[in-house]
């Protein structure tokens, strides 16, 4: 009989194992037996033990396990209901891992940010008509029922709410029959969006370049297109096209931003175009609707996604475009735990998956720039505004010969211009990237300066709120107010201004101005500034005072000037960039004024009117700096043209630090065409109590940087102690 069982229902299939890659800093998956019964393949989400902890992971690929017996192994504890992470998905984050020398578990994680979206969505209980009716017949009855008829089912709630009745009168109707429960579907996170709900009309260069979009789209091939169109110019309206064609392909659309960017405005553009928002996905989003978001794009349900840098780890599960806006945007660099750039991790999605990514900005970085110039990208340009509205004509105030009053940041040529501003009924906007009050408070009888105990940073005044904070760490101390150092009362000096400062200097001379100021230690979340950008779209405020929250793509009808405070602020920084970054975030807000066709003025302050960046930004003639830029990168082997990999080890003394950053320098390969600078201490020496120092790798493009830095970290000291050593390939910032 035994026999027979076997013969009828096979021999029961023998123990497998399986590789699961946890989101922990190990080298490769771990392996695991699949029990009896449980059913995984490649990319499955599944719940695994690691010493006395439980973990999630993904099922990595079939070929592990080999000559390993699974009986050894402990088993995997749970197998969720929930779409594998795809096979191009897990491509992707292996890319990412070896690209970024980071653990590939630390990369995992980054997909699996909504550990409760791993279960289905629970069903929603609903109602359906059925053929019995009420007993007694009412108006609120009768339009309940009435309306009813109009769809198979309903919730309590929206129905009750569609008929304009309270839900008692629904309920009243469930209890007599004429309704009977049923279980729908989790409700959709936004509405699809139409591709042809509001087919815009198109400036012929709009239309053009939107033309060769659609190809692209339609194409279904991978490539890369760089939009360049001054602020303005309409790149928005442009690349909804491509999206649009997307949609009708039945494939989703991711659209990148900078959170900031991620505004009302936005938004609501994007529902005008399709008659629904798209699906958002920043770190303001409440936690059960981060649950629906994820869940609902691994399932397809979402079409398009609107988000931050880390959207680009959501589980698509037929993504067809990627579409990165301010492409170069600083904030698309993560610099924690996994160090990468998102918009470069963006195209290289596409790559593996083999669809056509777009990048749009009124500033490329010099990295697309390039890339554009050589061909590896299309290059499509939109040389002038949507509707004929005109760019703001843009002048230098020379502070040498214009210098600002006895106590004051504001030359006289700005005041007056606001003042003629305001007579108009017009806005003002005011540029200084630099938060609090003041960046350095000292003592005018001893010279003590208040600097942060655990960074080597001053303390920045915040006035608003009476404190001295470290914007490195986030220490801060009441403000005192007498010296800690020699005791002297109401000596204590401000150095220098921040937007709170400028914000008391404007008050003095415009009282009667209604004034906000946007700053990111005083706008805190994305919602309240949201609220703080539609006032000021809506003309409630007359001047505005912003660090760079105010230069991401927003559209403020009203606003006919804008002041840079203080140009020069970035180039001092030695950053290698310095200039680019420059250049592009002062064209970035110039571009915030006359963008609804107002006549309009730039007035940017600096004592350094010779640059050349400053000249390229009154001149208009951002192609001559970018040519100056490409040259001086070319000479100099300087990204794009050469490779740049930052060591950064960190360590509770100085010379631990030191000495392993030593070590590894000395366990440098030997190799022709890449070279160590040095161990040195950064400029930021002291963060969060921990000495700092940096090696510099540089070499030619074409060389493997990844495998230097990888024989370096094999070779050199382990981390011990407090030690610990981070790497940052293709580095931002220089800190």
């Known amino acids: 009989m035994a026999k027979d069982s076997l013969d009828l229902f096979g021999a029961p299939e023998p123990p497998r194992a399986v590789p699961v890659l946890v989101p922990l800093p190990v080298p490769k998956p771990y392996s695991y037996m699949v029990p009896d019964g ?3 393949e490649p990319g499955a989400i599944v719940q695994v033990p690691v010493g006395p902890r439980q973990y999630f992971g993904v099922v990595w690929n079939d070929g592990a396990g080999d000559n390993i017996d699974p009986k050894k192994l ?18 992707f984050l292996d890319w990412i891992s070896g690209y970024t020398l980071s653990p590939p578990g630390f990369v995992a994680r980054m997909a699996l940010r909504a550990p409760a979206a791993f279960d289905p969505e629970p069903m929603v209980e609903g109602i359906r008509l059925t053929d019995s009716r009420p007993e007694r017949m009412t108006p609120a009855r009768g339009r309940v029922l009435e309306l009813a008829a109009e769809a198979p089912t309903w919730t309590r709630l929206g129905l009750a709410h569609a008929a304009g009745v309270s839900t008692s009168v629904v309920d009243g109707l469930i209890t007599q029959g004429v309704f009977e429960t049923v279980f729908l579907p989790p409700p959709p996170v ?15 260069s709009q239309q053009m370049a939107a033309d060769e979009l659609i190809a692209s789209v339609r194409k279904g091939e991978f490539g890369v297109t ?4 001054v602020t303005g110019s309409g790149k928005t309206e442009v690349y909804f096209e491509a999206i649009a064609e997307t949609i009708r392909q039945g494939r989703q659309v991711l659209i990148l931003l900078p959170e900031i960017a991620l505004t009302p405005a936005f938004l609501e553009r994007f529902h005008d175009r399709f008659g629904a928002k798209p699906a958002e996905w920043h770190s303001d989003l409440a936690p059960k609707m981060r649950e629906k978001v994820w869940r609902q794009v691994a399932e397809g349900e979402v079409r398009v996604v609107a988000g931050a840098r880390s959207a680009l780890f959501l589980p698509f599960e037929n993504l067809g475009l990627i579409i990165i806006d301010e492409e170069h945007d600083p904030a698309y660099k993560q610099e924690d735990r996994v160090f990468y750039n998102a918009r470069d991790m963006a195209v290289v999605r596409g790559r593996i998956s083999g669809f056509p990514v777009v990048l749009v900005s009124a500033t490329p970085s010099v990295e697309s720039r390039v890339n554009a110039d050589q061909e590896r990208y299309s290059y499509i340009h939109l040389a002038s505004r949507f509707g004929g509205a005109a760019l703001p004509d843009l002048h230098l105030v020379d502070m040498r010969r214009f210098p600002p009053g006895r106590g004051g940041f504001l030359s006289p040529i700005m005041l007056k211009a606001m003042a003629q501003t305001a007579e108009r009924g017009e806005q003002s906007l005011l540029f200084l990237n630099r938060r609090g009050y003041a960046p350095l408070t000292l003592c005018r009888v001893c010279g003590h300066r208040f600097q942060c105990p655990n960074c080597a940073a001053w303390l920045v005044e915040h006035r608003f709120r009476g404190k001295l904070q470290c914007h490195h760490c986030g220490h801060e101390e009441r403000s005192p107010d007498a010296c800690p150092e020699c005791g002297t009362l109401d000596h204590l000096a401000a150095c220098g201004p921040g937007v709170e400062r400028i914000a008391e200097e404007v008050e003095r001379h415009f009282p009667e101005s209604r004034i906000i100021v946007l700053s990111s230690d005083i706008v805190v979340g994305v919602k309240r500034l949201r609220l703080e950008l539609e006032a000021i779209a809506n003309g409630e405020a007359d001047i505005v005072i912003g660090t760079q929250l105010v230069a991401k793509g927003h559209n403020f009808p009203k606003m006919t000037l804008v002041g840079i405070v203080d140009a020069d602020l970035g180039l001092a920084n030695g950053d290698p960039r310095a200039a680019e970054r420059t ?10 004024a006359g963008r609804s066709g107002l006549k309009s003025k730039g007035l940017i302050q600096t004592y350094q009117p010779g640059h050349p960046v400053m000249q390229a930004i009154v001149s208009g003639d951002a192609e001559a700096f970018y040519q100056r830029e490409i040259s001086e990168r070319e000479k100099a082997l300087m990204p794009p043209f050469g490779r740049l990999a930052s060591v950064i080890v960190s360590a ?12 590894l320098r000395q366990a440098a390969p030997n190799v022709s065409g890449i070279s160590v600078l040095g161990p040195a201490e950064a400029p930021l020496a002291l963060v969060r109590g921990r000495h700092r120092f940096r090696l510099l790798v540089h070499g030619r493009r074409g060389e493997d940087m990844q495998g230097f830095v990888r024989t370096m970290l094999t070779n050199g000291p382990k981390e011990r102690g407090s030690v610990q050593v981070q790497v940052d390939i293709d580095p931002q910032s220089f800190l």
Do not use: W
Not at 74 to 90: E, H, N, Y
Not at 226 to 229: A, F, R, V
């Open 74 to 91: 402990k088993p995997i504890t749970q197998a969720f209901v929930c779409p594998p992470l795809s096979g191009d998905m897990r491509s």
């Open 38 to 40: 449980m059913n995984v």
């Open 226 to 229: 760089l939009i360049d169109g």
């Open 583 to 592: 250049f592009q975030l002062l064209s970035q807000v110039t571009g915030r």
């Open 652 to 663: 509770d003394s100085r010379a631990d630090a030191e000495g392993h950053a030593r070590g």
């Open 190 to 204: 936004t509405a699809a969006p139409d591709p042809d709900y509001a087919a815009p009309k198109l400036e012929k």
